[in-house]
């Protein structure tokens, strides 16, 4: 029972963090009946409200009946979830008919009885309502919205009304065009490129079957590019879009109309000609709202992919069924976002991670697949001198020398060493036993600037007269941590830096005993 406790109120934390924000609300009481931008066919008597029992409706008896349909297309903030209630009421003699509400590609559907409810208004028939919420993840920028019945008799004997109607939202994060949850992170970085068909139906450059400008119409209320007579089975909708800047990913939604009867094509979309979606469009839909016969249906389709190019073919395309006569396709609410954001310190990449750099930003140099802000180290003096120690044996087999901070490393094993960050210079003095039959290989890096040629190497070989090689290389800093490695046969000195708050070790100096 206490885990039950435990989780009930997690999910009340959760669902207090999510700020609904209300978009749009009407139909409260007669001081809110506003119909605007409602489009509404097929109503009775020109009227669009009515009385019961003492509430105002949107609709009701001898109002809204067999046939008729309102709609009402939202613009929207860039959001992630929507939240559309309302209270509908069936009013009079409902023979095991049904209401579709449908929000975008949604669809709530319900049966009534003449035995359901109460009398309430209207003529002797029984009446009832009931509020109805549908919560569903929504990211385009408009909402369609559609409530209509399958009724078939007279106003006066079936009827309907809706009152109460709000619309909310979860808003994206204060700066998103695009998002998918409230975290600021996941969503800063989508822009918005191009947003199609939400009121407007601009086609500059769109092409039918590569040669014909596509029409558009209406089913409803809202327009589409094709849609009934317009775009088939077979058709294509194409266009290759220009001049899009530096970005490695897109993401594209778009609204799918499938009208009238088909037997299971399949629409496409493809991006560059590779098949990015495919939807298949059954028979079945939602309910016959436009076109001729069969069901039409609403399908959104979102697709995210890795792409760099500044042009971006689009292509939209069904096949044919040899048994479908009658069936047509449009499409709405188009957008193409994409993401330009590199890791810090590149200006140029494949994706968002910090191995994915392609060209660095200025004053940043590239290395081991990392941008690095430089120059954190600098070679800018080095000596190497052959002796004869006549204490050798009396010294362990490497000793580091850091001149500039009096830091003298006689014993073996792995140091860090901080240094003043007010220093810009360290001469690093390595004193290394040679031994006959052995050579000493050296590295030391010279400069990130350099590329291909941004180290030195050396070897040298031991000789009965020769029993000691002293290093003395001189360094300008800008990076303050070194991790120091000593053995008998080995003296490494790595540079700590900070990539995008991770510490990377980068090699500066390394000598080595090694067999000959």
């Given at each position: 029972?206490?885990?039950?406790?435990?989780?009930?109120?997690?999910?009340?934390?959760?669902?207090?963090?999510?700020?609904?924000?209300?978009?749009?609300?009407?139909?409260?009481?007669?001081?809110?009946?506003?119909?605007?931008?409602?489009?509404?066919?097929?109503?009775?008597?020109?009227?669009?409200?009515?009385?019961?029992?003492?509430?105002?409706?949107?609709?009701?008896?001898?109002?809204?009946?067999?046939?008729?349909?309102?709609?009402?297309?939202?613009?929207?903030?860039?959001?992630?979830k929507?939240?559309?209630?309302?209270?509908?009421?069936?009013?009079?003699?409902?023979?095991?008919?049904?209401?579709?509400?449908?929000?975008d590609?949604?669809?709530?559907?319900?049966?009534?009885?003449?035995t359901?409810?109460?009398?309430?208004?209207?003529?002797?028939?029984?009446?009832?309502?009931?509020?109805?919420?549908?919560?569903?993840?929504?990211?385009?920028?408009?909402?369609?919205?559609?409530?209509?019945?399958?009724?078939?008799q007279?106003?006066?004997?079936?009827?309907?009304?809706?009152?109460?109607?709000?619309?909310?939202?979860?808003?994206?994060?204060?700066?998103?065009?695009?998002?998918?949850?409230?975290?600021?992170?996941?969503?800063f970085?989508?822009?918005?490129?191009?947003?199609?068909?939400?009121?407007?139906?601009?086609?500059?450059?769109?092409?039918?079957?590569?040669?014909?400008?596509?029409?558009?119409?209406?089913?409803v209320?809202?327009?589409l590019?094709?849609?009934?007579?317009?775009?088939?089975?077979?058709?294509?909708?194409?266009?290759?879009?220009?001049?899009?800047?530096?970005?490695?990913k897109?993401?594209?939604?778009?609204?799918l109309?499938?009208?009238?009867?088909?037997?299971?094509?399949?629409?496409?979309?493809?991006?560059?000609?590779?098949?990015?979606?495919?939807?298949?469009?059954?028979?079945?839909?939602?309910?016959?709202i436009?076109?001729?016969?069969?069901?039409?249906?609403?399908?959104?389709?979102?697709?995210?992919?890795?792409h760099?190019?500044?042009?971006?073919?689009?292509?939209?395309?069904?096949?044919?069924?040899?048994?479908?006569?009658?069936?047509?396709?449009?499409?709405?609410?188009?957008?193409?976002?994409?993401?330009?954001?590199?890791?810090?310190?590149?200006?140029?990449c494949?994706?968002?991670?910090?191995?994915?750099?392609?060209?660095?930003?200025?004053?940043?140099?590239?290395?081991?697949?990392?941008?690095?802000?430089?120059p954190?180290?600098?070679?800018?003096?080095?000596?190497?001198n052959?002796?004869?120690?006549?204490?050798?044996?009396?010294?362990?087999?490497?000793?580091?020398?850091?001149?500039e901070?009096?830091?003298?490393?006689?014993?073996?094993?792995?140091?860090?060493?901080?240094?003043?960050?007010?220093?810009?210079?360290?001469?690093?003095?390595?004193?290394?036993?040679?031994?006959?039959?052995?050579?000493?290989?050296?590295?030391?890096?010279?400069?990130?600037?350099?590329?291909?040629?941004?180290?030195?190497?050396?070897?040298?070989?031991?000789?009965?007269?020769?029993?000691?090689?002293?290093?003395?290389?001189?360094?300008?800093?800008?990076?303050?941590?070194?991790?120091?490695?000593?053995?008998?046969?080995?003296?490494?000195?790595?540079?700590?830096?900070d990539?995008?708050?991770?510490?990377?070790?980068?090699?500066?100096?390394?000598?080595?005993?090694q067999?000959?």
């Open positions: 029972m206490k885990h039950y406790k435990f989780i009930l109120i997690l999910l009340c934390l959760a669902n207090a963090q999510e700020q609904w924000d209300i978009i749009y609300q009407s139909f409260q009481d007669t001081n809110t009946m506003d119909a605007s931008g409602w489009i509404v066919s097929n109503n009775y008597n020109g009227n669009l409200f009515s009385n019961c029992n003492g509430f105002r409706l949107f609709g009701g008896a001898d109002t809204f009946a067999a046939k008729t349909k309102i709609s009402k297309r939202f613009s929207l903030p860039p959001h992630y929507l939240n559309v209630t309302l209270e509908f009421w069936k009013v009079d003699s409902w023979d095991d008919e049904y209401v579709y509400i449908i929000v590609d949604k669809l709530f559907s319900k049966l009534y009885t003449s359901d409810g109460s009398y309430l208004c209207g003529y002797r028939w029984i009446d009832a309502f009931e509020p109805i919420t549908l919560i569903l993840d929504h990211t385009s920028e408009s909402l369609v919205f559609i409530t209509t019945t399958n009724l078939n007279d106003p006066k004997d079936e009827s309907w009304g809706i009152r109460d109607f709000t619309l909310s939202i979860l808003k994206c994060p204060s700066g998103c065009f695009y998002c998918l949850d409230n975290d600021y992170n996941n969503c970085k989508w822009i918005s490129f191009l947003s199609l068909w939400h009121v407007s139906m601009l086609l500059d450059g769109w092409m039918k079957n590569d040669n014909i400008q596509p029409a558009t119409s209406q089913c209320s809202f327009d590019v094709g849609g009934y007579l317009n775009l088939a089975p077979n058709d294509k909708l194409e266009k290759t879009i220009q001049n899009l800047s530096f970005h490695h897109i993401h594209i939604n778009l609204q109309w499938k009208i009238d009867k088909w037997n299971n094509e399949n629409f496409e979309l493809l991006v560059d000609d590779k098949i990015q979606n495919q939807t298949v469009l059954g028979t079945l839909g939602f309910y016959s436009c076109g001729s016969t069969g069901q039409e249906k609403m399908v959104n389709i979102a697709v995210t992919l890795s760099s190019s500044t042009q971006c073919k689009i292509t939209m395309r069904t096949n044919r069924n040899a048994a479908t006569t009658n069936a047509y396709w449009g499409i709405r609410a188009f957008n193409l976002y994409f993401v330009s954001n590199c890791y810090n310190g590149c200006d140029l494949l994706g968002p991670l910090k191995t994915d750099c392609t060209a660095c930003s200025r004053g940043w140099v590239f290395y081991n697949n990392l941008c690095i802000n430089s954190f180290i600098l070679l800018s003096q080095i000596l190497i052959h002796i004869k120690d006549p204490k050798s044996d009396e010294r362990i087999p490497m000793e580091i020398n850091l001149l901070v009096n830091q003298q490393i006689v014993t073996q094993g792995t140091f860090t060493q901080t240094i003043n960050n007010n220093l810009q210079i360290l001469t690093i003095l390595v004193y290394a036993k040679c031994f006959p039959n052995k050579k000493m290989n050296s590295y030391f890096i010279k400069c990130l600037q350099c590329q291909s040629q941004n180290q030195k190497q050396f070897s040298h070989y031991c000789y009965p007269t020769i029993n000691s090689i002293l290093y003395n290389v001189r360094f300008q800093l800008s990076e303050q941590e070194l991790i120091i490695n000593t053995s008998n046969t080995e003296c490494s000195i790595y540079q700590v830096v990539v995008g708050g991770e510490l990377i070790q980068i090699k500066v100096l390394e000598i080595l005993q067999d000959v």
